[in-house]
């Protein structure tokens, strides 16, 4: 379980102090696909990234299963980060390697034999269905199969929590459609925890049980998404809403003349 209680982060741009996280206060249950939704610039991306410490919170408390993690360093640091897969919108694979060698990767840093690697990345390959992809590289598969990899790799060290940035907003609504399906295959079968950002409504629809609005750095609403979505408190989360399925039929409409 994942405890945000008064998060606050701040960059500083041009010598000026930008606030860009004010009071965030949520809670993440084991098993939850709890999606964080919002704007371009809302504050999603620098939210998540406090979770594993890959930007350090101002003010705030962040307690993944009892532990307060803002102040965590070293072994401790590495451990969290590793119980955190991580998988991002533009995949972030290593372009001179292998789909082996990228899944390989992370069990290579972590000091792991040869023979439990060679294991390990079999195993995963099978999972995300890409055994006769092994050996290519990159550069030679499409982007539902390049989220494979990345997912693939984000699982090799058995993590608790997928964290999730805009990792289907690059990839048509079909694959789209294939990627959230593993994703709810690995939270049912695993009971993998994953926090999902995204700006697109109906990936919330597909596959989030909770799901927070996030709006220049606050969290309007959060709740249960069949709750939110169908009796939303909030004028700008209604509006958010109905701006959402116009983009969605906009869409489908482009879709279906070219
Ligand atoms: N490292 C950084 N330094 C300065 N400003 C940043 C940094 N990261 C993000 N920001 C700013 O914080 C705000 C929120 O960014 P971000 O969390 O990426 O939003 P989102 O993911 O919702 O689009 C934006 O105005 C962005 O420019
Ligand atoms: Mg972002």
């Known amino acids: 379980m994942i405890l945000i209680r008064g998060l606050y ?12 996280l004010k009071d965030v206060n949520l809670v993440i249950e084991d098993g939850d696909i709890f999606g964080i939704i919002g704007p371009s610039g809302a504050g999603k991306s620098t939210l998540i990234r406090c979770l594993n410490l890959l930007e350090k919170p101002n003010k705030g408390e962040i307690i993944v299963d009892g532990v307060n993690i803002t102040s965590l360093n070293g072994k401790k ?29 992370p069990l290579e840093i972590s000091g792991y034999s ?12 099978e999972l995300v ?30 993590p608790k929590y997928i964290l999730s940035d805009e990792a289907t907003s690059a990839l048509d609504p079909l694959t789209t459609r294939s990627i959230l399906g593993l994703l709810k295959s690995l939270n049912k079968k695993y009971g ?7 700006h697109e409504m109906e990936v919330v629809k597909e596959i989030c049980n909770k799901v927070a609005f996030i709006n220049d750095g606050r969290i309007i609403e959060w709740g249960n998404t069949y709750d939110l979505l169908n009796f939303p408190k909030s004028a700008e989360v209604k509006q958010f809403i109905k701006e959402s399925s116009l983009r969605i039929d906009k869409e489908g409409l482009l879709k279906n003349v070219s």
Not at 114 to 125: A, T
């Open 9 to 20: 982060k701040s960059f500083e741009n041009e010598g000026k102090e930008m606030e860009v």
């Open 77 to 105: 640091l590495r451990d969290l980060r590793k119980n955190m897969g991580m998988i991002f919108q533009h995949f972030n694979l290593l372009q001179n390697s292998t789909v082996y060698k990228n899944i390989a990767f």
């Open 114 to 125: 040869k023979d439990f690697i060679d294991k390990r990345v079999m195993e995963l390959l």
């Open 129 to 158: 269905d890409l055994k006769d992809k092994k050996d290519a590289y990159p550069s030679m598969l499409s982007g539902g199969q390049k989220q494979r990899v990345a997912i693939a790799r984000a699982l090799a060290l058995n």
């Open 192 to 198: 993998l925890t994953i926090i999902l950002i995204t």
